[in-house]
């Protein structure tokens, strides 16, 4: 009945139906853009938010999400530059396809299968996550903490090799300390705050998120055009006219498709792997299990449809653990669970009981989105890869404005807007010298949750460890949660064994 | 070694957290109700984690010895761009949000683009002009002002 509602409600808004096509429009757009990651460009949204309700607000960043994921393969077809990471095995066919003329079927294959794989998510997503919440509702404080550390764990998809999983280590670290700063809601005592008034509530995540994400990015992006290192895009004349495959062509690729959908769905549950990974690992199985496999890298529909079915699944996937549980799992996630918390909610099983018009408007948000995708990337495609003319000095500089009035915008305090310019600086480090921004903002984001819930279980317990982790749920997720931590190095151990055999 | 300098800052800085903590900590005898409990495991980890990653990048810069990176300087522009930032929030107080912002825009015209001229400043007053419009009237997000004569004029405007 709920669900209904929201159809219902979110059909017959026209307020809704309008941000659907602003976020996708600019999801597109970010996507599209080089050096705007999708979780930069969700976070750039937030102050468009600040006068919104929370469902309309919600609707707009979903939108963003889905359309930032498709928005990386404009550039990655007509380019060979991918504008965001999981559009990268698209370049593999989809550029191949634009050298022999195809550009514009790569384009419309991309789209539709964007869309087919959003739609298909997003209702797995409405059916997964009830059943999440209902073993969510007898979780244990110890549970959740458990649970929140295997949202942890997604750093171990933020570094590709044993250093990089240091660094990222450290950065979730980081994060989670930055998130004790402010009053210890046991024993009311301020932490970390320096005899600063401002810091007793805490460090805000909102000007975390933005200065983190898009200020640090902005310097980067000087630091590497002052160097030379910048390889601007050779923005020649190209015809950017969208084709859709025909039905019968659509049709001989429903399998892969259909595969790619669920991989990326899967891949997308689970905390870190994301849409990067998603695209690649359905690229390789698409390739495995084709009739053409000697064709793939030649350009072929279906090295374009395997990708951009899977990353777009991906987005579904990640919101199940955000929805049902309150975990995001990548930073993209995390910037959107902000968000709830702006408005003073916590998703997980509760927000299903107690406001489930509100998740049901998310999810058929969303499901729309993926729909509108077809009719705005068909129609906009020429338009934004006009976008991509715009000079660096325009973009930067919008972007740090929009950074300064989305931190001040929160709460009209000029003290965010600083703790925006810190992470600015200390986001512009991270990025010079890999350490995985994401991490740190989902350490941050999680921090008071394993915190409060660890606490809380051991005070249950009469303080005795063994009494509050000793359950079977509990262990198992704390175990799995090692495994996926330690992942990297014996994967890196394994192939050092290999190569000396 | 830039980052070799980057890990060392995070280890000193998670010491002197550490000693702050142990400092402020209070006596409860039970640990968990102690403040600085949690932060402190976290500072422990942390120092772990970073002491490793200096071993490595040290190792690293040892075995390896890494090419210098290009020529070009660009931290002048880094450093300006930064200065810019801060003088951007500096000065919304007194300036307002739209005058402090056009001033940021043409600086950073400038430090990006490495020139400054007519279609840099027409850009530089039409984006904040855009954003003070469409955030301070439409979007109601209350911007600063400034003082003086500045607060009167940005009421006509948002």
């Excluded at chain 1, 980067?220 to 025909?246: A, H, N, Y």
């Excluded at chain 1, 000079?391 to 925006?420: A, F, H, K, M, R």
């Excluded at chain 2, 801060?86 to 950073?108: D, P, R």
Aim: glycine content about 10%.
């Amino acid at each position: 009945m709920d669900i209904l509602s929201a159809i219902h409600g979110v059909m017959t808004d026209p307020i809704s139906w309008f941000l659907m096509v602003v976020g996708v429009c600019a999801g597109v757009l970010f996507g599209a853009l080089p050096g705007i990651s999708t979780s930069m460009g969700v976070a750039l949204m937030l102050p468009f938010t600040y006068r919104l309700d929370v469902i309309h607000a919600l609707i707009l960043m979903v939108s963003v999400y889905c359309g930032g994921i498709f928005g990386g393969s404009i550039t990655a077809i007509m380019f060979n530059i991918p504008g965001t990471p999981e559009a990268t095995p698209t370049t593999f066919d989809g550029y191949k396809m634009t050298l022999k003329g195809e550009g514009g079927k790569a384009l419309g294959t991309a789209i539709l299968c964007s869309a087919f794989g959003g739609a298909f998510s997003v209702l797995m997503m409405a059916l997964i996550s009830p059943l999440l919440v209902k073993a969510a509702l007898n979780f244990s404080p110890a549970d959740y903490a458990a649970v929140a550390f295997l949202g942890l764990s997604a750093v171990a998809g933020l570094g590709h090799g044993p250093k990089e999983q240091l660094k990222a280590i450290l950065s979730v670290l980081l994060g989670l300390l930055l998130a004790t700063v402010g009053i210890d809601a046991i024993t009311g005592v301020p932490r970390f705050t320096f005899g600063s008034p401002a810091l007793l509530g805490g460090i805000k995540f909102i000007p975390v998120m933005i200065g983190a994400f898009a200020g640090g990015e902005v310097l980067r992006q000087i630091e590497s055009r002052k160097k030379g290192l910048m390889i601007g895009i050779e923005l020649f004349r190209k015809d950017v006219t969208t084709r859709f495959p025909s039905l019968r062509e659509f049709l001989e690729i429903k399998w892969t498709i259909l595969k790619s959908a669920l991989i990326g769905l899967g891949i997308g549950i689970l905390p870190g792997a994301g849409a990067t990974i998603a695209a690649f690992v359905s690229y390789g199985v698409a390739k495995r299990s084709s009739k053409h496999r000697d064709k793939f890298g030649t350009g072929i529909m279906e090295g374009v449809a395997a990708p951009e079915t899977a990353n777009n699944a991906s987005t579904g996937g990640a919101m199940v653990p955000l929805l049902s549980l309150g975990i995001p799992g990548s930073g993209t996630t995390a910037v959107i669970l902000g968000i709830f918390l702006m408005y003073g909610l916590q998703p997980g099983p509760l927000l299903y009981a107690n406001n489930p018009k509100l998740v049901y408007s998310i999810i058929v948000g969303m499901f729309f989105a993926n729909i509108l995708m077809i009719f705005l990337g068909r129609l906009g495609a020429r338009l934004f890869v006009e976008f991509l003319r715009l000079p660096y000095y325009v973009i930067g500089t919008t972007i740090i404005l929009l950074s300064v009035i989305g931190s001040y915008g929160l709460d009209n305090d000029i003290d965010d807007v600083w703790i925006c310019l810190v992470f600015m600086i200390i986001g512009y480090f991270m990025r010079k010298y890999d350490f995985p921004v994401a991490a740190l903002v989902l350490g941050l984001v999680l921090g008071k949750l394993i915190e409060n819930n660890l606490r809380r279980a051991l005070i249950i317990s009469g303080f005795s460890w063994s009494n509050a982790l000793l359950r079977p749920l509990t262990i198992s997720l704390i175990l799995l949660t090692i495994f996926m931590l330690l992942w990297p190095y014996i994967k890196a151990l394994r192939s050092k064994e290999v190569k000396a055999d | 070694m830039g980052d070799l300098i980057f890990e060392i800052s995070v280890l000193g800085i998670a010491i002197f957290l550490y000693a702050a903590g142990v400092t402020l900590d209070s006596k409860n005898p039970i640990s968990v109700m102690r403040p600085y409990w949690w932060p402190k495991m976290i500072l422990i980890l942390i120092l772990i984690a970073s002491f490793a990653l200096i071993l490595t990048s040290v190792r690293e810069l040892w075995v390896y010895r890494r090419p210098r990176e290009a020529s070009k300087k660009a931290w002048p522009w880094l450093l300006a761009q930064t200065v810019n930032i801060i003088l951007l929030v500096a000065l919304q107080n007194l300036l307002g949000f739209l005058v402090s912002a056009i001033i940021f825009s043409i600086v950073s015209s400038f430090i990006i683009d490495g020139k400054l001229k007519a279609v840099h400043i027409f850009i530089s007053f039409a984006i904040p002009f855009g954003l003070t419009l469409f955030f301070g009237s439409v979007m109601g997000v209350v911007l600063p002002r400034g003082v003086g004569f500045l607060r009167e004029l940005s009421f006509l405007i948002y």
